[in-house]
């Protein structure tokens, strides 16, 4: 797997929470990160509904970044529900992909969504595929809580390949396996995919995984190891919501996958790499210091001085 191949969710799912950071600062942000050679991020969030004060300039931010489109960026946008994809087919021309989430578990999508099931996500699925067939815009279904739920707090592998497989069917070709929660390990991790041997798979199957237990390193290796085709990420490990179903929601940290830590999986030659690897430990750096509060990661801190 190629560096290009991580998935960046750093503007995203890694600030949705977090007070609005200069639009100047996320554009510079893609800008080094595709000197890294990264290409695709996850960049904002619909519907527009003033919920998360980071996404208050989405519009204008999706302006300001299309010269990063041209220079060979990929912008992917999150959109949450039908609302959300309503409002993003009106502006499908300023990104390339739109990803939307369904879960696997009906309880947590009860959660997320009201009075909802399965059949519910599909025929959202279907009307999105609909909206935007004629666009350039590529759909993305995002698989929640493939690797287990934690409201249901029961999980069957052969549910989450059953549900991918309903995805298949419609027509979905790039698929996104979400540890919603953080409950994956390396070994569910690895018999997910191994179960998924011989069975129709979409072309593109990416994974994000929180790292609520500090397991989203392992998993993204192991996952990479099992033929993911494209991994999430976000820098310095950004990311995760205060959820309910926590103990202690404000002391928990769910963020995601560093950026920067699973960086260094993704190339063989690790001579090739050194270089990039410091300039993006330089520019985790260089972003910690617009944002407010404790940083959960501390690679980017750790490098060797010269």
């Known amino acids: 797997m190629k560096r290009s191949q991580i998935v960046d969710v750093t503007l995203r799912d890694g600030l949705m929470s977090h007070p609005q950071v200069a639009r100047s600062a996320k554009r510079e942000l893609i800008r080094r990160l595709m000197s890294c050679g990264l290409r695709t991020f996850e960049a904002v969030r619909f519907p527009l509904d003033g919920k998360y004060s980071q996404f208050d300039d989405a519009l204008e931010f999706l302006a300001d970044i299309q010269e990063q ?3 060979g960026g990929r912008i992917a946008a999150f959109a949450m529900g039908p609302d959300g994809v309503e409002e993003a087919t009106r502006h499908h021309e300023l990104f390339d992909e739109i990803h939307v989430p369904c879960f696997v578990s009906d309880s ?9 099931n399965w059949n519910c996500s599909l025929h959202f699925i279907e009307s999105t595929l609909e909206l935007f067939h004629g666009t350039s815009v590529e759909v993305t279904v995002g698989l929640g809580t493939s690797f287990g739920c934690p409201i249901r707090r029961t ?3 052969l549910g989450t390949i059953e549900r991918l497989g309903d995805l298949v069917t419609l027509g979905v070709n790039s698929v996104m396996l979400g540890d919603t929660a953080g409950t994956a390990t390396p070994s569910l991790v690895m ?12 072309k593109v199957l990416r994974v994000h995984f929180h790292n609520t237990f500090g397991k989203a390193l392992l998993n993204s ?6 033929g993911a085709n494209a991994i999430d990420a976000s820098l310095l490990g950004l990311g995760g919501e205060p959820h309910p179903y926590f103990v202690n929601p404000t002391m928990v940290d769910n963020g995601n996958c560093a950026t920067e830590e699973v960086f260094e999986f993704l190339e063989a030659e690790a001579d090739t790499l050194s270089e990039d690897k410091s300039a993006l430990f330089e520019t985790a750096r260089w972003f910690a210091s617009h944002l407010p509060g404790e940083i959960p990661c501390r690679s980017a801190f750790a490098e060797f001085v010269p």
């Not at 018999?191 to 979409?202: A, C, E, S, Y």
């Not at 290796?221 to 099992?226: F, L």
């Open 69 to 71: 489109r041209r220079c």
């Open 155 to 157: 999980h069957s592998i």
């Open 108 to 116: 947590y999508a009860q959660y997320a969504f009201g009075n909802w």
């Open 191 to 202: 018999d997910t995919f191994q179960m998924l041997n011989g069975k129709r798979k979409p």
């Open 221 to 226: 290796y192991t996952a990479i190891a099992a």
